[in-house]
Nanobody, 117 residues
Framework: QVQPAESGGGVVQAGDSLTLSCSVS?????????VAWYRQAPGKEREVIGT????????HYADSMRGRFTINRNYHENRAWLHMNGLKPEDTAIYSC?????????WGQGTQVTVSS
């Protein structure tokens, strides 16, 4: 069974940028894999940030996430990443990577991002 894993979280200052990475332990992203980034702030529901397909690199963003967040993948390094600009305190959340492969969903453990004012 594949297991996505996130890295790159931490504590940053308001206005900073941060890049999170998603990889698959013991394997690679392949073919029609779809990778999605989500976040869940304290006391709020989990919300989707955006998605990217592996081979094609087709990206889609939630309307509320366009502008400051960018999703992409490094094909040769087998990583999908989320780059965040102009971070705000309200961006504080657990950020999670989700892999969908052949209609089966696999979740990462999540990585904490804390934005200090």
């Amino acid at each position: 069974q594949v297991q996505p894993a996130e890295s790159g979280g931490g504590v940053v200052q308001a206005g900073d940028s941060l890049t999170l990475s998603c990889s698959v332990s013991g394997g690679t992203f392949v073919g029609d894999d779809m990778v999605a980034w989500y976040r869940q702030a304290p006391g709020k529901e989990r919300e989707v940030i955006g998605t990217i397909t592996w081979d094609a690199g087709s990206r889609h963003y939630a309307d509320s996430m366009r502008g400051r967040f960018t999703i992409n993948r490094n094909y040769h390094e087998n990583r999908a990443w989320l780059h965040m600009n102009g971070l705000k305190p309200e961006d504080t959340a657990i950020y999670s990577c989700k892999l969908q492969r052949d209609s089966v969903v696999y979740w990462g453990q999540g990585t904490q991002v804390t934005v200090s004012s």
